[in-house]
């Protein structure tokens, strides 16, 4: 069976700082990987997913398949990241989404 | 437009009660999904709705757990004699289909309490 781990439950770093969510996955087959974002009184949302090679809000995530990976990256934090981050991956030709147990961010003036 | 809507917000009740939660799909979406957060875990899959094909109900953790979608519309999360441990965030999701590369719209959830 697939599972999705995010190591850190609470990260803190200050404004302007670099920050790293680190997500590693369990997988034997091709997945399709995403991370999901919640704001404080707002509902899950997806932030990125691997296949569209995208930036979104300054984060980028790349797909190491080598170290079975996904780690999130912005290079300089905002106060507007401080929010829950979610890793979630879908099996090839699945269609439920597994996800991590989740990363707090805050990030601090 | 809108988006996926659920109700009730939040959901008190004692154990060994019968519960509905409702889950209103985007339009036009003809997959739907339920899952649940239990406090400092991740979501875990409970049951799909995919148009008119059986649903996938290979995530409900038990025969008290069930759920209904009238066609592409609406769906219900029936949960009966319920346990202190069904305590959680329930979360209906819907996407455009069922293939993976379609992201899933998320409700605000239903925070049900089981004293």
């Known amino acids: 069976a697939q599972r999705v781990t995010q190591p850190e439950k609470l990260l803190s770093v200050f404004k302007g700082a670099p920050v790293e969510l680190k997500c590693n996955y369990s997988?034997?087959?091709?997945?399709?990987l995403f991370w999901y974002v919640q704001y404080s009184r707002q509902r899950l949302q997806l932030l990125l997913r691997?296949?569209s090679r995208e930036s979104i809000k300054g984060f980028t995530a790349d797909l190491n398949k080598g170290e079975t990976s996904f780690h999130l990256k912005k290079p300089f934090a905002q106060e507007e990241d401080s929010a829950m981050y979610y890793c979630?991956?879908?099996?090839?030709?699945?269609?439920?989404?597994?996800f991590g147990a989740g990363t707090t961010v805050t990030v601090r003036a | 437009g809108a988006g996926v809507s659920q109700s009730p917000s939040n959901k008190v009740t004692e154990k060994g009660k019968d519960v509905e939660l409702r889950c209103d799909p985007i339009?036009?979406?003809?997959?739907l999904y339920w899952y649940r957060q239990r406090l400092g875990q991740g979501l875990e899959f409970l049951i799909y709705?995919?148009?008119?094909?059986?649903?996938?109900k290979s995530g409900l953790p038990s025969d008290r757990f069930s759920a209904e979608r009238t066609g592409e519309s609406v769906s219900t999360l029936t949960i009966q004699r319920t346990q202190q441990e069904d305590s959680a965030v329930y979360l209906c999701?819907?996407?455009?289909?069922?293939?993976?590369?379609?992201?899933?719209?998320f409700g605000p959830g239903t925070r049900l309490t089981v004293t």
């Open positions: 999701a819907s996407s455009v289909t069922g293939a993976g590369s379609y992201e899933q719209y």
């Open positions: 997988y034997s087959g091709s997945p399709e």
């Open positions: 691997h296949i």
């Open positions: 979630a991956l879908i099996r090839s030709n699945d269609y439920k989404l597994s």
């Open positions: 339009s036009g979406h003809t997959a």
């Open positions: 709705f995919q148009g008119n094909s059986a649903p996938d």
